[in-house]
């Protein structure tokens, strides 16, 4: 009987090595596995078979990625984003992409992304989008978030979604990790400024044609910091007459911004806010991409955050923020504008065919428009005494008037015309970012095994290891503000591994641990 029992045991210790897999096939499900509980339990079950960490690395590395028969034209998708809203987006793979070798990847953002409507035809958007051809051109992928009031490139719905969908590209394509940059015009070019100052790891580099600095913390009240822009560089570009953004108005904050140790270059053209005029720069902006790749591991960084949401800069984040007094050297760069603009305050409907100027929706915070009582939907067919029939007749009405003034708009609502009456606001100024908490500000380096930072109002921060940076079996000694608060040999974490590179897609930055050092 005893001999029975323990054959049965023999057979059903063969039977269960037999039909254990390898952690790779486990990995690989992993890596392909959309439901969250199910990748749970293959992380656990690649976690608990014990691989080599260099083996994992290895593995995520070489990456083989299906072949596609890419022909170069816009295929339109759509994605669940975090407010339950399915939204389209567009991809546009070259015709030449091999998926044996990294490809770059321009990310481009549409201008009135404050609108409520979404664009109308995707595909005819993509068609006519000036950075899909130059990015074909040069066999770079494109990919075309869509944004609207809501989800904005500045606020979490929005760039949690571009966040997301560069993923999607990285899990689905060979995407050359160190050659994704963002570019974009008005809103588009406002939002590379943004997440250069509070997103940059994804990029090698944003270019912000037209746009405003400020806008992503006047509009999405995120903290943003000038002295960020040290870390990634942006092309920026202005023109003379731009009735939003002009170039008198907007050299300061760029002169603010490269005093604070932000690497922008930048361009003035003649033109007003239209992309038309500076479109011809588009082979200096293609060439100045190309020669700035990422830098995975910089040896130096500069960040400053009011939070740990917006804490994170390559290798190196700051976990929280204390109250304490700033250090002597831990100044505010900011500067103020004089706010003369003569805006109503709506979105118009850009796809409107009919007399007038639908009204799309209302802008953000106060303004004439919400004061006076004008609606999403109302066509504006007088301005005044002006007929309005077009934008552009709108725009002529506006340089008349002067800020301060009162004025009405003659609108047709539910079958009728109405009259409201308003006032433009008297000239005012305004601070470039708003300040709302304190910040926490370090600069950062490391070399030959020792991270140096100093730092003013740093609770606590986290290093994340990876073996291009530091020498491993060898002591890690971080200093800070000139006190080594860690000497110890960092041994690797295949959990933290696993999850971090689940979250980022990013084959370059597979760090194999973490060192999170709690200051006070």
């Known amino acids: 009987m005893r001999t029975l ?32 509980e199910a990748r749970e339990s293959l992380l656990t079950e690649v976690v608990e078979a014990a691989p080599d960490w ?25 994605t669940v984003c975090i407010d339950t809203v399915e939204r389209p ?23 009135g992304v404050g609108s409520t409507s979404l664009v109308d035809d995707p595909l005819e958007y993509a068609n006519e989008n000036t950075y899909k051809d130059m990015a074909l051109d040069r066999g770079w992928i494109t990919l075309l978030p869509l944004g609207q009031a809501g989800a904005t490139w500045w606020d979490e719905v929005g760039m949690a979604n571009i966040r997301n969908l560069v993923r999607t590209v990285k899990s689905e394509y060979n995407v050359d990790d160190d050659r994704v940059w963002m570019i974009g015009f008005s809103d588009g070019a406002s939002a590379g400024f943004a997440h250069a100052m509070v997103a940059p790891s994804d990029y090698g580099a944003f270019v912000a044609l037209n746009g405003h600095i400020g806008v992503g913390s006047l509009d999405g009240d995120l903290a943003t910091y000038a002295p960020n822009i040290a870390n990634t560089p942006v092309y920026a570009t202005t023109t003379f007459d731009d009735g939003l953004y002009p170039s008198d108005r907007m050299r300061g904050t760029i002169d603010m911004a490269r005093e604070a140790g ?3 270059l930048y361009r003035e053209f003649p033109g007003e806010h239209d992309f038309d005029d500076i479109a011809s720069d588009l082979p200096s902006i293609a060439r100045f991409l190309e020669r700035h790749p990422r830098d995975p591991f910089p040896s130096r960084i500069v960040w400053e955050t009011a939070s740990g949401e917006f804490g994170s800069c390559r290798w190196l984040a700051i976990d929280r923020v204390t109250p304490e007094d700033a250090a002597p050297w831990h100044t505010d760069h900011n500067t103020s504008l004089v706010d003369d603009r003569i ?89 470039v970012f708003k300040r709302e908490a304190p910040s926490a500000k370090v600069m950062a380096s490391y070399s030959a095994n020792v991270v140096d930072v100093t730092a003013s109002r740093l609770g606590a921060l986290c290093v994340f290891v990876h073996p291009d940076m530091v020498v491993l079996g060898q002591p890690l000694v971080i200093r800070v503000n000139g006190k080594t608060v860690h000497e110890t040999i960092v041994e690797p974490d295949l959990e933290f591994l696993l999850r971090n590179f689940l979250t980022n897609r990013d084959r370059r930055l597979v760090y194999m641990a973490e060192v999170v050092i709690e200051l006070d």
């Open 343 to 431: 805006t109503v305050g709506f979105h118009p409907d850009w796809e409107f065919e009919g007399q007038g100027v639908l009204v799309d929706g209302l802008s953000d915070g106060e303004s004439a428009a919400r004061s006076m009582g004008l609606k999403a939907g109302d066509v504006i067919v007088a301005a005044d005494a002006t007929v309005i029939d077009s934008l552009g007749s709108l725009d002529t009405w506006k340089r008349e008037i002067e800020r301060g003034d009162p004025f009405s708009l003659t609108v047709l609502r539910d079958g009728g015309r109405v009259v409201l009456s308003g006032q433009f606001p008297e000239i005012s100024n305004y601070l």
């Open 54 to 78: 260099r083996d994992v690395s290895s593995f995520l590395d070489t990456l083989a990625f299906p072949s596609v028969a890419a022909t170069g034209t816009p295929d339109v998708r759509t």
């Open 5 to 36: 029992l323990l054959s049965v045991a023999l057979f059903a210790l063969v039977a269960l090595a037999a039909g254990a897999r390898e952690w790779d096939e486990a990995l690989a499900e992993l890596l392909a596995e959309p439901d969250a």
């Open 262 to 264: 932000g690497d922008i």
């Open 89 to 111: 987006w567009v991809l546009v793979v070259p015709a030449s992409y091999d998926a044996a070798h990294p490809t770059p990847l321009l990310v481009a953002l549409h201008g």
